[in-house]
């Protein structure tokens, strides 16, 4: 696996970016919940997306298209709960199902190995 420099830092600065519209537009108590967990969901599926590449071209498109989807959904995700008050539980528990399957499945992408 090899990480771009420059499209890593790229990748945080705009998930930064969203992360704090998100935290600048959202008017309730769970505001610090709803950038941090949309910094990290972002970033992370960003950071495959654009700066991680592996070995076997097969993999890392694989890897490619399933972060972008994954983006999308957290994307929408938060900016669904952006505009709708919230339950820190709530929270918690939908964007932990959805990163632990992307999760799960960029793994078994990664270790498949084609």
């Known amino acids: 696996m090899k990480l771009n420099f420059v499209k890593s830092i790229i990748s945080i600065a705009v998930s930064g970016l969203i992360a704090y519209g998100f935290y600048s537009f959202h008017e309730s108590n769970n505001k610090l919940l709803l950038s ?4 990290l969901f972002l970033s992370l599926t960003l950071l495959f997306t654009l700066a991680v590449s592996f070995e076997q071209t097969r993999t890392t498109t694989m890897t490619r298209t ?6 999308v959904i957290a994307l929408a995700s938060n900016l669904t709960f952006s505009f709708f008050t919230f339950s820190t539980p709530f929270y918690v528990i939908a964007n932990g199902i959805a990163f632990l399957t992307y999760f799960l499945i960029t793994y078994s992408i990664s270790k498949a190995k084609q």
């Open 36 to 39: 941090a967990g949309s910094f």
């Open 66 to 71: 399933t972060s972008a989807i994954f983006f």
